[in-house]
C-alpha cells in the first residue's frame, strides 16, 4: 500500500488529490507544523533526510519532490490518464509545467511570503519578489486564454501541480485578478474528488 507522509498546510494536498483520483489503496500518515516555528517537525526526517512533505513510500522506495511524486504515481498506476503519450508536443509540454510548480512559479510566491512574515524593510528582495510573481502568474494566467486544463483538454498531473499555485494566489485574495485562473479554479472544482481532497485535508489541519 502506498503511504504519503502529509505535512498540515502543505504542498501534499495535491498528492492527496492525486490518489483519490488513481482510485488507489493508500494511507495518510499525518504530521503538524511547529506552531510557533510553522516549519515541519522533525519526524519527519526518520522518512527522509531534509524533513519535508510530500513523500511517499511504494514498494520499498522513498519518493519525495512533488513532481517526481506526481510523475511516478501517474506512470505506475494512471492507466494512460493524466498524462499525454510520451513524445508527442503535449507531453513536453506537460513536462515544462511539472517543473514550472516548483521552480520559476513557487519562488517568487514563497519569497513574498518570508517578506510578509519578517515584516521588515528590505533593499532589494520585497521589490523582485513583486516584480516575478507578477511575471509567473500573468504567465499562467496568459496560458490558460481559451483551455480549460493546462496540457490538452483533459485533467493531467500538470494540473494537480498547478492547482497549488492557485490556492496560494487565492489565499492571498489576488485571484479576481486573473480572470482565466478564476475559469480554471472553477474548472478544477469541478472534479467531485478535488473536494475529497479538501475534506480529508481538513482532517488533519
Known sequence: MIRLHHLNKSRSKRIIWLLEE??????????QRNSETFLAPDELKAIHPLGKSPVIEDNGQIIAESGAITDYLITQYGNGKFAPSRGSKDYIDYQQWLHFAESSAILPLLLKMF?????????????YADAETAKVINYFNDRLEGKRYLVGDSLTGADFMMSFIVEIVKNAGQLAHFKNLVKYDEQLQTHEKFHSANELEAKYD
Open 22 to 31: 488513481l482510485d488507489v489503496d493508500y494511507e495518510i500518515v499525518a504530521y
Open 115 to 127: 517578506v510578509q512574515k519578517d515584516g521588515v524593510k528590505t533593499q532589494f528582495l520585497e521589490g
